[in-house]
């Protein structure tokens, strides 16, 4: 069965620097998401990305945050200037359009030091 | 304000029980409300999807029910299994359109042998 990956598994950098996390959604998707969830809190919106532009963000995607399906298979998320609050999972979803269901990657553990 | 609320304390069961959560959400008019399961350290993983003109959705040992009017979701595990425990998130779109989740803060099944 199709499956959305990502990667890196984990993450760890020091504050102030740039990471990127990398997604791939499953291939016939249209529709691709970034949620966050910090360690037990809720699972929270980014960003929705749609036919190569975003469709709508959250109050947390501010300017330090960015995305980009660079190609026909890839879906990044990058983080300009790490802060520690930025410590979280990282979730990458997809959805194909036709139906409203998402489906999750396993995550990106992000580590800010 | 906009609220989905789950129990946030644990349940704990005994194998071969019913399970029931409760998702009910506040100032929102949703077109259809997903369940998901979370295992720790991993992504949301899809279970059901019910619309707001279904009044109950099953699949296999699972039941969703949406009252409108009551604003609130209820989800059935029956036959419980160990293999069940998890934490269990509800969530919605509250444009209907977009595929922006809204997740309750999920609560945490446990179910013993």
């Known amino acids: ?113 | 304000s906009q609220k989905i609320e789950q129990n946030s304390e644990a349940l704990n069961i005994q194998e071969g029980k019913t399970a029931t959560l409760t998702c009910n959400y506040t100032n929102y008019s949703p077109a259809y409300l997903q369940w998901y399961r979370q295992d720790p350290g991993r992504g949301p993983v899809f279970l059901l999807l019910i619309r707001e003109n279904e009044k109950e959705k099953r699949k296999e040992r699972l039941k969703v029910t949406f009252d409108t009017t009551l604003k609130q979701s209820l989800f059935h595990i029956t036959a419980s299994q160990p293999a069940d425990s998890a934490t269990y998130l509800c969530a919605l779109d509250p444009s209907g359109n977009t595929g922006k989740l809204i997740f309750g803060q999920g609560t945490t099944l446990q179910v013993k042998p």
């Not at chain 1, 620097?17 to 990398?22: G, N, S, T």
């Not at chain 1, 990044?76 to 990282?90: G, N, P, V």
Request: net charge negative; aromatic share 14%.
């Open chain 1, 1 to 113: 069965e199709p499956e959305v990956t990502q990667t890196p598994s984990h993450q760890v950098t020091q504050m102030g620097q740039e990471v990127i996390l990398r997604c791939v959604p499953i291939s016939n998707h249209l529709y691709f998401y970034w949620y966050r969830q910090i360690l037990g809190q809720k699972v929270e919106f980014l960003v929705s990305f749609y036919n190569n532009e975003i469709s709508e963000k959250s109050e947390i995607f501010d300017d330090q945050f960015s995305v980009e399906r660079p190609d026909g298979s890839n879906f990044t998320l990058k983080i300009r200037s790490t802060k520690l609050e930025d410590s979280a999972m990282y979730f990458c979803a997809s959805r194909d359009g036709r139906v409203d269901t998402q489906y999750f990657g396993p995550g990106t553990r992000l580590t800010v030091l």
